[in-house]
């Protein structure tokens, strides 16, 4: 069933809900300053597959998949919708209007989920869909200035050990931060530290679930590689989150719980992962949540100060001309630009600038989609006490309650 656009809403004391006790919507948003921290966050970076066939260094296209035994077919479903696409394009092409965004903004740190194996490795996993990128191709990562790759998803080991291996030691020669993957259990749940002159540190932990479609036999261990794979959504996960975070916290760090959960498609925010959430923020000393999974943007809560992005949907993917789910529109997407107080980690704004993929290239979205993707938020973000307004330049800013 169609998603129909939704008139933005009114939001309440009475709507909040009873546990962040807060008291209304006010524009409470401040442009930052020079002491605050910008940060970058977005949804799934997919530059694996179709993508990868359009960069300089196409690599091997077979794939094992039901209805599509090569990659370039996926190129072909793109062109036959909306053109052809030059090939092969340079590095930046992908990222297309983002670049000027990310000029604009300058964000201080910026942190992309990378769901997709970055490797030559012929080790397929026997799974319905499977990413790769050919190495010589993460210099499209480079392009976008990106800090910090996130690799707990369901992807990373599409080509097996090998292809992770292959995947850090990439990552690592380009000197691209990493965090939720390694060669053992601790290298896995090691955060991605980014010192930002002058102001402090960025730490990125990246916890993956199950939920997410990812197979518990990909959680590393003391001797054995893979993911930092969540066990349950429980009080005693969250305890020992808070140790490995106190272990290497700083005084005026900022916090990142980078978290791979739950379905593709729907709406819903399941009552654990908000419950883990808090807990994340009151017990872990964890100050964004930055969720992703979900092929098309969800609700954002501000809770106690911290932001909580329970879904940001795809960023860059090769699914242009798939059918199916067109009511989600998964072609548009976010880049979310949070301005955070560095002495508190609380939040100070939130400005999002809406995008569409076309062509394999992320293109500002219109003035008719981005009022489709307002009118989603405000109505998902009724349930958790936000709004979004309008801006001049086309892009959204969060509204969120005080304190009460």
């Not at 000029?103 to 012929?122: G, H």
Request: aromatic share 8%; glycine share 10%.
């Amino acid at each position: 069933m169609m998603v129909r656009p939704i008139e933005a809403q009114t939001i309440t004391a009475h709507d909040m809900t009873a546990r962040t006790g807060e008291t209304g919507i006010e524009a409470k948003d401040r442009e930052c300053d020079a002491s605050d921290i910008m940060l970058f966050l977005c949804g799934d970076v997919m530059t694996g597959r179709g993508i990868d066939q359009i960069l300089p260094h196409p690599g091997n296209p077979v794939l094992y998949e039901r209805y599509m035994k090569s990659a370039t077919g996926y190129v072909g479903l793109a062109e036959e919708v909306n053109g052809p696409i030059p090939k092969p394009v340079d590095f930046s092409y992908i990222w297309g209007d983002a670049l000027a965004e990310w000029k604009r903004r300058k964000p201080d740190v910026r942190v992309i989920n990378l769901e997709t194996a970055v490797t030559r490795s012929d080790e397929v996993e026997n799974k319905a869909v499977n990413y790769r990128m050919h190495p010589d191709n993460i210099a499209c990562i480079i392009a976008a200035g990106i800090d910090c790759c996130v690799l707990a998803n369901n992807h990373v080991l599409d080509w097996g050990y090998s292809g992770l291996a292959e995947t850090l030691k990439t990552l690592r020669m380009a000197d691209i931060k990493m965090a939720g993957a390694g060669v053992n259990i601790q290298e896995a749940q090691a955060p991605a530290v980014s010192a930002v002159r002058g102001k402090g540190r960025v730490l990125v932990f990246s916890f993956g679930s199950e939920t997410s479609g990812i197979p518990w036999s990909w959680a590393a261990s003391v001797e054995r590689p893979g993911v930092n794979l969540l066990r349950d959504f429980s009080s005693k996960m969250v305890r020992g989150i808070h140790d490995n975070i106190r272990s290497v916290k700083l005084p005026g760090d900022i916090v990142i719980a980078s978290i791979h959960w739950g379905n593709n498609w729907g709406y819903e925010v399941p009552h654990e992962q908000r419950e883990f959430a808090y807990q994340l923020i009151d017990e872990a000393s964890v100050d964004v949540v930055h969720g992703h999974s979900s092929h098309h943007v969800k609700g954002v809560e501000v809770y106690k100060g911290k932001l909580i992005l329970y879904g940001c949907g795809d960023f860059l993917n090769d699914y242009e001309g798939i059918s199916g789910h067109e009511a989600y529109r998964g072609d548009l997407s976010l880049m979310y630009f949070a301005g955070m107080e560095l002495s508190s980690g609380d939040l100070i704004s939130l400005h999002m600038m809406p995008m569409q993929m076309k062509k394999f290239r992320l293109n500002r979205a219109s003035a008719n989609d981005t009022a489709w993707l307002r009118d989603i938020l405000n109505r998902e973000g009724q349930k958790f006490g936000t709004s979004v307004e309008l801006g001049a330049d086309n892009s959204l800013m969060l509204r969120w309650a005080s304190p009460g």
